[in-house]
Each structure stands twice: as structure tokens, then as C-alpha cells.
């Protein structure tokens, strides 16, 4: 079902993926090979182009011919492998999409500096918009992203999160992004002000559907398919829905030694699938997949604001998608 | 004498200089207070402004009276404080200031991460001058600045660094700033293409001589007034034009013990005292005072596309002390 509704995306995207890919490829331009090399390792290591994708679409959708709409959906590839560059740093990860994380291949400063590099670029070309809303809604989604990031730092290891910290969490570092991407569009478009915050709604929803889901990931799929270490979220000692929502259910015995084993972080593959068993027995995951699917409700009667089109069945086909999607 | 000329300065900007520090303090607004703790450490803490003054001088030079002069200058004060807290990670630089640096006080993950934010706050205030000519100059500073902080990294440790990669590194760490810094105001003010060029031109110009001025003083002045180690370039491996010009020019087994100690790094007071007298010697520290005067001279030369005024005088001025200056 996943794969399926993945193909028929897809198919009906291949030639914009295909130009976002050059476009990728060809505003890049640095000075220095070096920064190329680092920036095309994350850059070009088999990411879904989801975020340049919805502007694309959502372009489309809203009847936008400005020209330049690839070009311009390059400013969320390269904001998001900006974010990537700083965050597995900070995150301590080791391997992101099966490969090893840049600043275990180079030099982690020089990573921090090809990150705001990339950076630097989306915003450089968010400036070839001509259009100082969209340069402004790029600004703040990296404040909204850097303070998401720290905030998730200072959450770590603490066992008495919150619901409302998740999501505070994840509408900083994920959904504004999901949000500006769809925004922008309508900016761009000179859509009427309801069809704006309309696309910034279908974003930010799917943003944090999207951000759910693959927190569920680390609980519900094997290393090998993931292409990271499973456990890898609560290793860092980074506390999720399906955990959150479990804790809040669960008592006793249950309760403390789910706890001793977050607080620990050098837990067992056994004592890994015992906690999976208990955050089916206390409803964490099915939690989540609830709450994420409301997401996505909300995010799909957004375009509600929108006349039926081929365009808008496809961003109707993403929302799905995020629900199924199995890496 | 240097002393006098910066009484002279300052007196006539005391007003500049208080308005700059409230709006610094006003436009931070981060969500969380350990960002703006952060932020404060490297904010304020005795930084000369001089950035955000050039920028309000050469406004007030250009006739501009659209307002919000003040906060707009906080664009440069914060993008260099970004670039500081991000720089010094990648130096490995212990104090600033006189005081520990960031990463030393805090985890250096969640420094990267506030450089982040400082970046994205400045650029949220460019996109509210609502010229996007400005946001592109902001933006390809970034990228310049991290490529030319990228280079001298790349560049460390080598002995065979010609007098065009120093100056290649400086245009891009730090003139550009500076040229930046007066050009947007010419960009705010309207002024001719002409007048923007020379602003840009005095700008740049007093950037570079601005870094030979402090490269100098890693081998001129002592560590207490310096408010960090001397030495500390070469320590670090960073090879400035001091030390690359006399490498030029010296032969034999002169020249052969000067790379040893710079290989070396971790050399004696007396082995750096050596070094001093061979700069001496080989002309390094006369040769680069020369270049920094006479890119200052190209600076004060392109003032003359101005008429004459007090604000005119005061850039003239600024462009002496940065010759003069002994910290």
C-alpha cells in the first residue's frame, strides 16, 4: 500500500524531481571543491526532495508562472541540509540514510562551516525572489529551527516531558520548514491571504504528521531498513510521543523500569524490545499514529480552499503518503 | 596619539554608540533564555561596534532618513557575533576578550546552534528593510565569510602561503563585512551606483587594513593588553602576512628555524621572541604596516565621490584609528 501510493507520487513527479535535482546540482557554485564535496555528501545521499517538492506542487497549484519555481524550491534543500550539517553534530549521530555522518568523514568545523554555507545559499536565493516576505519567512524559519534544536538539547534525558514540549519541539524544527515551503509558493503566487495561511496550514500539519511518523520509525522498523541505529532517538537520550504518551499511561514497575532504561541509554537489545512491548501495552504507538493522522486531516482540509486538480490530488496523495511511509 | 584620535571619535558618536547598544539588546528576542544568555556572553562583551557605526555614519554621509537607522546596524553586530561564536569552535580559541569563550562556558553543540540564530536574526532584520538587494548583500557576505574561514582553515600549517591567499582569506573573513556594512547603507539611501561603489570601496578597504591592523598585533603587543595569548595565530597555525612576508625574504638557516617553530607550535617564549626579531629583521612588520596604509589611503581616496561634512571627516577618522589602534 505504502510502495504503491510511493510509485503513483512518483510517477507523476519524476520530471520536477528531475529538475530539482540540476538545480540543486548547478546553484551550489562555491569557491572552494571542499565545501562542494561536504555539501554534496549530504546534499546528494538519497534524500526524498519532499520539502523542494510541496513548493513545486503547491507553485503549481496556486497557478504560479513567475519562472524559476525549481530553482527557487532549491532554498528548502539546501536550508534543510544546512540544519541536517548542525544537528547530526549536535545530535552526536554517526550514520544518517546509511551512511556515515559528514563530521565523522571531515573535520567537524569545517562542517559547521559548510553548513552555513548552505545556508548562506538558501538565502541567497531566496533574495532572487525580489520578494522580501519570502526572505522573511526564511529567516525565521531558521530561528524558529536552531531554537527547536537547543530546546530539544536542553530536553534530554529528562523523563517528565511533556506533550506540549514534543510538539513545541517539533514545530520548530520540522513543521515550520514543511510550512514554509508551501507558504512561500503562495507568497510568490500573490494568492489571496486565506489561500496563504491555507497552505501554511496543509504544511504545517503534514510537518508534523511527517516528523510523528518518523519518530515511530525508531520503534517500529529494523536497523537495516531504517539505515540508522534503532533505539538511536533514546540513546541520545531523546524522549518521543510513543514514549511520552506511554510514560503517562503506564504505573508500577512498569513505569520505573521504563524509566531506569531511558535514563541509562546503554540499554540491551532485550531490554530494547521489552520497552517496544510496553509502549504497544500502554498505547504510546498507537497514540501517535492517532495524533498523526489528525495532522494530516487537518493538513488535507486545508485544500478545501483550493479548486480540484490534478495538483491538489497529489498534495492530498503526500499527506497519505506520510502516514504509510516505512523509512 | 591613538589614544587621542579614538576620544575624538567616540565623542562624536556617543549618541550612535547607546542607540546601537539598546537596539542590540531590543531585537534579540529569542525564545529561549539560554539563547540570549549565550548571545549576551559574546554581545556584550566590549565589542567596539564599530561595524554597526560605519553603517550609521555612512548612512547619515549618504542622507538617508528612512528611519530605524539603529536597528538596521544591528544586522552587522549580529552577524559578526554568528560568525565569532562559530569561528572560535573552529579555532579552537580559548579566550576573547579577556574573557572564556563560548563553547568553553557552554556545550559547544548548542553554541553552533545560537550562531544559527544570531545569523537567521540578522537576516530577519535585512528582510525588514524590505530591499532585497540588501538581503543578497547579507547573504553572500555569509557565504563569503564561512568560505574564507573554510580556507584558512585549509590553509593551516602550511609554510607556503603567498601574500595572494592571505589577502584572498581576509577579503572574505572580514572585509566584506565592512564593505557590507557601509553599502547597504548607500543601498537604503538611493544614492548613485557611483557613490554606492565608493562606499563600497572605503568599506572593503578599511576591512582589510582593519585585519592586517590586528594581525600585527599578535606580534606587537603584549598578552594582558591583547586580552588573549600572543602567539596565538601561529599556534593555532595561522600563517598572517607578518610572518609570510618574511618568510619571503629570508634565507638560510634564518629561514629554516622560522618554519621549524612554526611547524612546531608549541614553541617557548624565547623561541616567539626569536621570531619577533626576525620579523623585524626581514621587514614583515614594516611591510604590512605599509599594506594596511596603503589600503587605507585607497579607502579615504574614495570618500572623495562626497562632499564634505562632518560624517566625512568621522569616516576619515575611523580609517586612521584603524592604523593606529593597539587593541
Not at 538519497?46 to 519562472?67: D, E, F, Q, T, W
Not at 540499554?267 to 501517535?288: A, N
Request: aromatic share 6%; net charge negative; hydrophobic share 40%.
Amino acid at each position: 500500500m505504502s510502495e504503491e501510493l510511493k510509485e503513483k507520487i512518483v510517477s507523476r513527479v519524476v520530471g520536477d524531481l528531475q529538475q530539482i535535482e540540476t538545480e540543486l546540482a548547478e546553484n551550489l557554485h562555491p569557491y572552494l571543491e571542499l565545501v562542494s564535496e561536504i555539501a554534496r555528501h549530504i546534499l546528494f545521499s538519497g534524500g526524498k526532495r519532499l520539502r523542494p517538492l510541496l513548493m513545486v506542487i503547491s507553485a503549481r497549484l496556486c497557478g504560479y508562472n513567475g519562472g524559476f519555481v525549481h530553482k527557487f524550491s532549491t532554498i528548502f534543500e539546501y536550508l534543510h541540509a544546512a540544519t541536517l550539517l548542525h544537528d547530526d553534530l549536535v545530535d552526536g549521530a554517526a550514520i544518517r540514510r546509511g551512511r556515515p555522518v559528514a563530521h565523522t568523514v571531515w573535520d567537524p568545523a569545517t562542517v559547521v562551516l559548510v553548513g552555513d554555507f548552505l545556508l548562506a545559499r538558501s538565502l541567497t536565493i531566496a533574495a532572487e525572489t525580489g520578494r522580501s516576505r519570502v526572505i522573511r519567512v526564511i529567516a525565521e524559519i531558521t530561528e524558529n529551527m536552531s531554537q527547536g534544536e537547543i530546546q530539544q538539547l536542553l530536553n534530554k534525558g529528562s523523563a517528565r516531558l511533556s506533550e506540549d514540549d514534543y510538539m513545541e519541539v517539533i514545530r520548530r524544527k520540522t513543521a515550520v520548514l514543511f510550512q514554509g515551503a508551501c507558504r512561500v509558493s503562495g507568497i510568490l503566487a500573490d494568492v489571496s491571504e486565506q489561500q496563504e495561511l491555507a497552505l501554511a496550514e496543509y504544511g504545517g500539519n503534514l510537518g508534523l504528521a511527517f516528523q510523528m511518523a518518523d519518530d515511530l520509525l525508531d520503534y517500529t522498523v529494523d536497523s537495516e531498513k531504517l539505515g540508522k541505529l534503532v533505539g538511536a532517538d533514546l540513546r541520545e537520550g531523546k524522549l518521543t510521543l510513543p514514549v511520552i504518551s506511554s510514560l503517562k499511561q503506564a504505573g508500577g514497575s512498569d513505569r520505573w523500569q521504563m524509566v531506569e532504561i531511558i535514563r541509562n541509554r546503554d540499554f540491551s537489545p532485550e531490554e530494547f524490545q521489552w520497552l517496544i512491548e510496553r509502549l504497544q501495552k500502554y498505547g504510546g504507538i498507537d497514540y501517535t499514529r492517532k495524533r498523526a493522522r489528525d495532522h494530516i486531516e487537518i493538513a488535507k482540509q486545508a485544500l478545501t480552499n483550493f479548486e480540484d486538480s490534478a495538483d491538489k490530488q497529489l498534495l492530498l496523495d503526500i499527506a497519505d503518503y506520510a502516514l504509510l511511509r516505512q523509512m
